[in-house]
């Protein structure tokens, strides 16, 4: 059956594709930031570290990392509407590929404690920036998957560094995260801004050549109308503070998310993570853990 504009061939959406793996490239930098300390805290505690390190300031490897999330959170708010979901999300490219080699070449704990909180920033801003990203500029038949693709992205992270950590020299994972930073800033900052985004900026013109690019099997001006209509529909139905207590579905929405959220840490999600290695070493026998061992 022959493709029509309703029913586009995958090829159409190539455009997509690219923005959306390109944009969530940080995802496996954020992932393997995660999992980084599972290898290397007990490589940092040993005798063997580089860096004089005790056990008290290991497990503070860990919380730096959210307490940069949680920090991070009133930036991220800003600037995803002030600078856009693209260049938030190259900031935040930056910001990793900064901090990773920090965490190679530093000598000192110091360097590491603030290396991974402005590392929880930039995993914070981009894991807001990039959803959004994903959801203005993907056709509704693969919104879906793309928006998918972050998670991904960042379990396939975890894995490389659980696989590189213990065999591989301590700077190993820095180099792959900061290839990963440079391979985003170099292929994502070719593709064009959301075009939600630039017709809240007034930039309608750049909103159609973006419209162009990512949906050209689609009617752009019809597609820029419904955008320019929603938005106009926002401003005459602005929503209050309060809307999100007294109306029923907000409410339901509040509710899913902290029971969801809620039970994700409460099920010890990013202890198991972070401390992957040790856990391992408790509960695999002993004649296994001698094969892990590097």
């Known amino acids: 059956m022959a493709n029509t504009p309703l029913s586009p061939g995958l090829t159409k959406f190539l455009a997509q594709f690219v923005a959306a793996i390109s944009g969530t490239l940080f995802a496996i930098s954020d992932g393997m930031t995660y999992g980084w300390t599972a290898?290397?805290?007990?490589?940092?505690i040993s005798n063997s570290s580089h860096i004089d390190t005790d056990h008290d300031e290991a497990q503070w490897l860990e919380s730096s990392?959210?307490?940069?999330?949680?920090?991070g959170l009133p930036a991220t708010i800003i600037l995803v509407d002030f600078i856009g979901r693209k260049k938030s999300l190259l900031l935040a490219s930056f910001t990793v590929l900064i901090a990773w080699i920090a965490i190679a070449l530093g000598d000192s704990m110091i360097y590491i404690f603030i290396a991974r909180f402005f590392k929880g920033m930039a995993g914070n801003m981009a894991f807001v920036a990039a959803p959004m990203y994903i959801a203005e500029i993907a056709d509704q038949k693969i919104r879906g998957f793309l928006s998918s693709i972050i998670y991904i992205m960042m379990l396939l992270g975890c894995l490389i560094v659980y696989c590189v950590g213990p065999y591989l020299p301590y700077y190993t994972p820095s180099v792959i995260g900061v290839s990963v930073a440079v391979l985003e800033l170099a292929i994502f900052s070719f593709?064009?801004?959301?075009?939600?985004?630039l017709v809240t900026k007034g930039k309608v013109?750049?909103?159609?050549?973006s419209l162009q690019h990512f949906k050209p099997y689609a009617d752009v001006?019809?597609?820029?109308?419904?955008?320019t209509d929603e938005l106009e529909r926002q401003k005459e139905q602005k929503g209050k503070l309060t809307d999100l207590v007294t109306v029923s579905s907000n409410r339901r929405a509040i509710l899913i998310m902290t029971v969801l959220n809620a039970g994700q840490h409460l099920c010890a999600y990013s202890v198991i993570l972070m401390n992957?290695?040790?856990i391992w070493r408790l509960l695999v026998p002993s004649t296994w853990i001698l094969l892990l061992q590097p």
């Open 221 to 227: 001006d019809k597609e820029l109308k419904m955008i």
């Open 191 to 197: 593709v064009p801004e959301s075009p939600l985004f």
């Open 276 to 278: 992957l290695h040790l």
């Open 65 to 71: 990392l959210l307490f940069g999330s949680f920090c």
């Open 39 to 44: 290898p290397f805290i007990p490589y940092l």
């Open 205 to 209: 013109e750049d909103a159609r050549k």
